[in-house]
Structure formats: C-alpha cells, structure tokens
C-alpha cells in the first residue's frame, strides 16, 4: 500500500501555475512574502498525493484576483472579480506562514 507524499513542482512561469489552476477549475491561488521574494501555490491531490505547484518571483505581485481570458491565454492581477463570462477568476489568499516551500 503507497503512502501518501508531498509533491513539489517548481514551475517557469506564472502563466504556467494559471493554466494548472484553470485546467483544474481550482479557484483558488496561495500567495506567500518572503522578503523581496513572492510565491505563488496552487495545491491539490493526485492519486492519494498531495501535489503543490508554485512559482517563485522577485516581484511584488499585488490583487486581489487572478483573472485568466480563456479565450486569449492571457492573465492579470485584479482588485477585483471580473464579470465577464469568458474570465476564469481565481481568489488569491495571503499566507502568514508557509514551511510547505
């Protein structure tokens, strides 16, 4: 019997961990501030496996949303919800603590 595991993946780009959350239909991005370095996860499971996908930036990426157009691929940082139907909005959570990266 397998045991349940952490999977991390590190990924290239923010573009990548927006399709992942999309394709996933996961509305939900963890973002986490560690001095001049900002992380974003998404974190879901697999096969009895905890998988984390995230990405690391030297930026400080503010909003409060993600919002993907599903028809271009393209994504931006919002304070705000979009209402266009063919946005893929993703609530972005702010995390005190994080020992996961």
């Known amino acids: 019997m ?3 595991r952490l999977i991390k993946l590190e990924l ?8 992942i ?11 986490y501030r560690r001095g001049e ?4 996860m998404v974190i879901y499971s697999a096969g009895g496996n905890v998988i984390v996908a995230y990405v690391k ?3 400080d990426l503010k909003g409060d949303y993600i919002i993907y157009d599903t028809l271009t691929g393209n994504y931006s940082f919002s304070e705000k919800i979009s209402a ?3 946005n893929f909005n993703m609530a972005v959570v702010d995390l005190r603590y994080c020992d996961i990266i």
Do not use: F, M, Q, W
Not at 12 to 19: E, Q
């Open 2 to 4: 397998n045991k349940d």
């Open 21 to 31: 959350a999309c394709g996933l239909r996961i509305p939900l991005v963890y973002r």
């Open 84 to 86: 266009d139907p063919k």
């Open 12 to 19: 290239n780009s923010i573009k990548d961990l927006v399709k």
């Open 37 to 40: 370095e900002t992380s974003l």
């Open 57 to 59: 930036k030297k930026e």
